[in-house]
């Protein structure tokens, strides 16, 4: 089965300054994607940013980027000049790519709780 | 918004009720998913359903079970509840299909049992 895990119980980043949030994960899949995941106090789920595994490159959008290790089974969060409002509760996630509409379930680490600092 | 609804938003009841939970997914889409998040447990997986059939299981107890109507929306039913029951239920869903679809989740039921 897989597992994802986060070892970062709570991280703080200053606001403007950088913060990677860490995900480690196990399959032994070779076609899946990684998530990230952001949730507010809202509780409402906000996919951040996405990865393919078959892709090297790593995904970006904005302020959000991943550094993505296939070999390491790693895939961390870079959030850049972080925001106040980037405070919440970040998901890493895995999902196997499934075929003929049963495309997998995700499945979540425990989350980091991030604190933006004025 | 997501697209994605769920009713009610807030839940609260008493040990050995049951209750049931409704979703309705984004329109076109045929996959719904639901998810379980406690704080013991964190977020977690319960079923999948696909154009009304059930594709897969997860973590769901045999107190609960679900079905997804022929108009694709889908209904959470949870029985002979406990305490430990209390908890953020989560609905998603995804066009389904051989390619890459997103989820889209809902906002939640915050179920409370006393």
């Known amino acids: 089965a897989q597992t994802v895990t986060q070892s970062q119980p709570e991280m703080s980043v200053q606001e403007a300054e950088t913060v990677t949030l860490s995900c480690t994960y196990d399959?032994?899949?070779?076609?899946?994607?990684l998530f990230w995941y952001k949730q507010p106090p809202s509780r409402q789920m906000i996919l951040v940013i996405r990865?393919?595994?078959?892709?090297?490159q790593n995904a970006t959008e904005n302020r959000f980027s991943v550094n993505f290790q296939k070999a390491a089974k790693s895939f961390s969060l870079k959030i850049s000049d972080s925001q106040l409002g980037d405070a919440a509760m970040y998901f890493c996630?895995?999902?196997?790519?499934?075929?003929?509409?049963?495309?997998?379930?995700?499945?979540f680490g425990k989350g980091t709780k991030l604190s933006v600092k004025p | 918004d997501s697209g994605v609804t769920q009713t009610p938003k807030h839940l609260i009841t008493a040990t050995g009720q049951r209750v049931t939970l409704r979703c309705s997914p984004r329109?076109?889409?045929?996959?719904v998913y639901w998810y379980q998040q406690s704080l013991d447990q964190g977020l977690q997986f319960l079923i999948q359903?696909?154009?009304?059939?059930?594709?897969a299981k997860g973590n769901i107890l045999e107190r609960f079970s679900a079905q997804q109507f022929p108009d694709l929306h889908s209904e959470l039913n949870l029985s002979s509840l406990e305490l430990g029951d209390s908890a953020l239920y989560f609905c998603?869903?995804?066009?389904?299909?051989?390619?890459?679809?997103?989820?889209?989740f809902g906002p939640g039921t915050r179920l409370t049992v006393l």
């Open positions: 998603a869903s995804s066009l389904g299909g051989r390619t890459y679809n997103e989820q889209f």
């Open positions: 399959t032994s899949e070779s076609d899946y994607y």
């Open positions: 990865q393919e595994a078959y892709k090297q």
């Open positions: 996630a895995y999902r196997s790519a499934g075929h003929g509409g049963s495309q997998g379930n995700l499945i």
């Open positions: 329109s076109g889409d045929l996959s």
């Open positions: 359903y696909y154009n009304g059939e059930e594709r």
